[in-house]
């Protein structure tokens, strides 16, 4: 990257052309060197590098109109804090998206949004392009938030200190769903929160996922339960299907009312 450069606005990562098909994500911030680390590694990582999904990674106050690049002022009528500023973030959500195009849907971290679930996250990963605003200090002027019009997602009801985590939530979970990103084809279908389809059963439900075990057969004198070892896939199924049952109901009984 070269920082000297002040003409082009910073962007990590780039589109392949040849990934068109692919998902790709456009992240705006004020802290760009914190994305890398976290998604250039491990599962999301390896989907970039295999052409699934890319990403920029844009920083805001490059689009700052003046000298000092700044990006945030004091709140009208008073009170602690900095608010975000329209015009940077007006004009560094222009420059993206006319770097593809691709429709973008726009998306603003915000707790204030609705909370963030599994049925959202599927619904993004279907998307060909997403754009990611997050915000800093006490958040973004309201004006440009209604002039964006973007979807608005909390990723729930705790207060961070900026958008940046909950952006990469957001990406960890779009991007594993993507076809090929998992290892194996069918393994994000049985993780809690997935419909899970059954034949001939009614339980098209968000579950929690059932327990895992692996070696040694005995731990500490703790045993594995028996069906895992038995060798007999079907008691296996309807085992694991039970304990999902079991776990959602002492867990989180609000999953089995809601509508999937
Ligand atoms: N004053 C705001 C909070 C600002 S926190 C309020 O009370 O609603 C600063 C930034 O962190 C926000 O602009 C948002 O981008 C991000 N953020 C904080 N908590 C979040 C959450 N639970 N989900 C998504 N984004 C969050």
Not at 68 to 91: A, E, L, N, S, T
Not at 93 to 103: K, M, N, S, T
Not at 194 to 217: F, K, M, W
Request: with cysteine.
């Amino acid at each position: 990257m070269n920082k000297d450069d002040s003409s082009m606005p910073e962007q990590i990562g780039s589109v392949d052309a040849e990934a068109v098909g692919s998902l790709r994500i456009d992240v705006l911030t004020i802290f760009p060197e914190i994305f890398e680390p976290v998604l250039g590694s491990s599962i999301v990582g390896r989907a970039r590098a295999a052409g699934l999904v890319d990403w920029t990674i844009t920083d805001i106050r490059r689009f700052a109109d003046n000298k000092h690049q700044k990006v945030d002022d004091r709140p009208f009528g008073g009170g602690p804090g900095m608010v975000m500023m329209c015009q940077p973030i007006w004009d560094a959500v222009q420059h993206v998206e006319a770097l593809d195009e691709r429709p973008a849907t726009r998306i603003h971290l915000t707790p204030q949004g609705e909370p963030c679930t599994q049925r959202i996250i599927e619904e993004l990963a279907a998307l060909p392009r997403l754009v990611l605003l997050t915000g800093r200090y006490e958040g973004i002027d309201q004006r440009v938030i209604d002039r964006l019009e973007p979807r608005e997602i909390s990723i729930g009801d705790f207060v961070l200190s900026g958008g940046e985590l909950p952006a990469m939530c957001l990406i960890d979970a779009v991007v594993r769903l993507l076809p090929g990103a998992l290892g194996h084809e069918d393994s994000a279908g049985e993780d809690s929160f997935s419909v899970i389809a059954r034949d001939g059963g009614p339980e098209n439900q968000r579950l929690l996922d059932c327990p895992h075990y692996t070696r040694p057969r005995v731990w500490e004198g703790r045993e594995v339960p028996e069906v895992l070892t038995s060798g007999d896939h079907a008691k296996v199924d309807a085992w694991r299907h039970e304990q999902r049952l079991a776990r959602t109901e002492a867990l989180r009984p609000d999953l089995l009312e809601r509508e999937s």
